[in-house]
């Protein structure tokens, strides 16, 4: 199965060290499933920190966020939850 959605970044810092952890961390609980996020040409394995850094996704930046496998479904329910929060970060 896949899952695929456009995210805004709406978090002030964007997808920068603390945030992309939090992805990182996320994406590490999906063993089965692979989430991917791209931004304009560039891609990144959620489960690399320093891949999701590299996106330079700052604030307002559209990313495509794909989840594949078999727990896609609950993968992506919770990225997008983590974007809404924006990563739980005090503003």
Do not use: C
Request: a negative charge.
């Amino acid at each position: 199965m896949s899952v695929r959605r456009t995210i805004a970044v709406t978090n002030k810092k964007g997808l920068h060290a603390r945030a992309s952890r939090r992805l990182a961390e996320l994406a590490l609980n999906y063993e089965s499933t692979r989430i991917m996020v791209r931004r304009e040409e560039d891609e990144a394995d959620a489960r690399s920190l320093m891949d999701l850094m590299m996106l330079g996704a700052g604030i307002g930046s559209d990313v495509e966020v794909e989840a594949r496998g078999p727990q896609a479904e609950e993968a992506m329910a919770e990225v997008e939850k983590l974007f809404a929060a924006k990563f739980y970060e005090d503003e």
